[in-house]
């Protein structure tokens, strides 16, 4: 599924939102997020601004290291 996600970034020129990826690729928005979070942790894609694309830390992950 990661790699789907890359995909379908990469198809999109790097530009694609949530919403977009949701339904795509039948992904809960939750999931996804967590899995988009994981992927610019890692350094496999980058997101301009993580606390508007995932939220801030207290609506994501209480041990959030990536948001300030």
Partial sequence: M????INEINANRGVINKQELVRKLEIDPTTLEGMLFFLNQS???KIE??????GSCADSCANCRGCS
Wanted: aromatic share 0%; proline share 0%.
């Fill in 2 to 5: 990661l790699q789907k996600i």
């Fill in 43 to 45: 350094g496999r894609i």
């Fill in 49 to 54: 601004n993580v606390q508007e694309v995932l």
